[in-house]
């Protein structure tokens, strides 16, 4: 069993819909979450970070961690075509030795205009 | 600008022939990674560094060596490439207060 558990899609949408990603973990020492972002030919990049159970906010995108369920997901609202990437879930027990970041195998989505 | 820039960005190179992913970074950071991104496996630490002249194996290291000689750089060798190394390679350095990693754009490497 890995790890991280993510469903790689591909998942296609309209604009505007509201888009929900998920990620499912097995190691309960994981302690901080983050999804990146990925385009074509490019690197990842971070777009949420959190470190607690619960909710956390920014623009148009929401993170939701669920410790005692080791789940944790991402929402888009009001979805763009700007919004069409790879999306990977990661976590980490912490940020002192090895730093070592665990990535779901990401999610592809594409926002139909 | 902040960045992690990776050299050679499109590579085809046949079995045994050495060859050499360059890495630089211009943000100081200490710790460096290597991964390497294959369908369904999504990305794998090959090496780490927490800092010059400090390395360590991550999950899939076989068939990779890394040195670390200045902060800045962070190369990975292919001694011997064999065709299951095949892959899109990413450099990232790592921000230590907040976890946050920078990756390079990739280097698409094909091994015949």
């Known amino acids: 069993q890995k790890e991280v558990e993510q469903d790689p899609g591909p998942l296609s949408v309209p604009e505007g819909a509201i888009v929900s990603l998920n990620c499912t973990y097995s190691?309960?020492?994981?302690?901080?979450f983050m999804w990146y972002r990925q385009y074509s030919r490019k690197g990842p990049e971070l777009l949420m970070y959190t470190y607690s159970s619960g909710n956390k906010e920014d623009g148009r995108f929401t993170a939701q961690v669920d410790k005692s369920s080791k789940y944790i997901s991402l929402f888009i609202r009001d979805s763009q075509p700007s919004d069409s990437a790879t999306y990977l879930c990661?976590?980490?027990?912490?940020?002192?030795?090895?730093?070592?970041?665990?990535f779901g195998q990401g999610t592809r989505l594409t926002i139909n205009p | 600008e902040a960045q992690v820039t990776q050299n050679p960005r499109y590579l085809i190179t046949v079995t045994g022939k050495k060859l050499t992913v360059t890495c630089s970074q211009n943000m100081n950071h200490e710790y460096m990674s290597w991964y390497r991104q294959d369908p369904g496996l999504g990305l794998r630490q090959i090496y780490y560094?927490?800092?010059?002249?400090?390395?360590d194996k991550g999950d899939v290291p076989e068939g990779y060596k890394v040195s670390r000689k200045e902060k800045r750089n962070f190369p990975l060798i292919l001694e011997s490439p064999s065709p299951n190394q095949t892959s899109l390679y990413f450099c990232a350095t790592h921000k230590t207060r907040t976890g946050e990693l920078f990756f390079g754009e990739g280097s698409r490497l094909t091994v015949l």
């Open positions: 560094s927490m800092n010059v002249e400090v390395t």
């Open positions: 190691n309960s020492a994981f302690q901080y």
């Open positions: 990661a976590m980490t027990s912490g940020f002192q030795g090895a730093q070592k970041l665990v």
